[in-house]
């Protein structure tokens, strides 16, 4: 097909509902439920080049966030964490990659309409593809522009913020597209009570006198994966890591260091906010010593609890 968006150029085969299929032939009915409503869940998780082959990272922590979001929905995913690791170890060796991103999704299909969901069938998918680094190679050491966004996150207490679930990410669409409407590469959102919560896609981390600060879990976001690792990383480091913070906006001002972590955007720092110059305006000291000792981990694939080796 010659729309197919670039970066899934290469891909060959999906996973659905236990079976590798066609590109082409991973489709789904125009009446699905997810697609109305959003009652989907869903991970991002990176597999990376290492000398011992590929390797996923954090699978395990993935695929248990994974079955927790579903259970928010009652969607309760008809394969065990085996099944799921195994279709995917095999997919990312069908498709001959040795680094890539990976998307689990489970979801409400094609089934009666209306908001009890209950009878629609679960649809489980998984897809792996190449995805270079996610806010750009550059921003990686240069660090990104960001802007505080007019839109703030749904608070735990509406929608639960620890699920990964489909029909949210709207809120972050929001906040990334103002974010760039206005010439920013990024955006960070408040929370409800006015407090920095963290990116439309990654958490948020801030270095004061030496000492690092992240969000805590009831400041509305998503406990993510990166942010764990860069918490123990950071710890191991001898830094005193406060990861229960709560984060002023206008703290961010006056941070000697900014940086976000996810799994798309692994640890990018940020060389201003609203125009305001964080430090010295590029990637400070501490962000470089948590970027680097994450990529000299993902790169080495050395921590076998944290690898599964595909
Ligand atoms: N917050 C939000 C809203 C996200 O979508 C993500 C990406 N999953 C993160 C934080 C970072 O989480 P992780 O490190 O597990 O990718």
């Not at 798309?264 to 970027?291: C, H, L, W, Y």
Request: proline share 4%.
């Amino acid at each position: 097909m010659s729309d197919r968006p670039e970066m899934f150029e290469g891909v060959d085969e999906l996973w659905l509902d236990g079976e590798f299929v066609d590109f082409e032939d991973a489709r789904i009915h125009v009446l699905t439920h997810a697609l109305h409503y959003g009652t989907g869940v869903f991970e991002g998780v990176r597999c990376y080049e290492t000398e011992r082959g590929p390797a996923i990272f954090r699978w395990e922590d993935h695929l248990e966030r994974f079955y927790d979001s579903g259970k928010v929905y009652d969607i309760d995913i008809p394969f065990e964490p085996a099944e799921l690791t195994a279709a995917t170890e095999e997919l990312i060796r069908r498709e001959g990659l040795q680094s890539c991103y990976i998307r689990p999704i489970a979801f409400y299909g094609y089934g009666p309409l209306g908001l009890n969901p209950s009878k629609a069938p679960i649809k489980t998918a998984i897809g792996v593809w190449p995805w270079g680094a996610y806010l750009g190679e550059e921003a990686l050491e240069e660090g990104v522009d960001v802007a505080v966004s007019s839109w703030r996150k749904y608070s735990s207490s509406q929608i639960p913020t620890n699920a990964k679930t489909t029909g949210t990410y709207v809120n972050s669409v929001l906040a990334s597209l103002e974010a760039k409407g206005n010439g920013y590469t990024e955006a960070i959102v408040l929370n409800k009570e006015g407090n920095v919560a963290e990116g439309p896609g990654e958490n948020i981390f801030l270095v004061r006198d030496g000492e690092i600060y992240t969000t805590g879990l009831a400041e509305s976001i998503l406990d993510g994966i990166t942010r764990q690792t860069a918490i123990e990383l950071a710890e191991e480091r001898g830094y005193e890591v406060h990861d229960e913070a709560t984060i002023s906006r206008g703290e961010l001002y006056t941070a000697d260091e900014l940086f976000f972590t996810g799994t798309a955007a692994e640890v990018t720092p940020i060389r201003s906010v609203d125009d305001n110059v964080i430090g010295e305006g590029t990637k400070g000291p501490v962000t470089d010593e948590i970027q680097t000792a994450f990529f000299d981990l993902v790169e080495s694939g050395d921590r076998e609890e944290w690898f599964r080796y595909v």
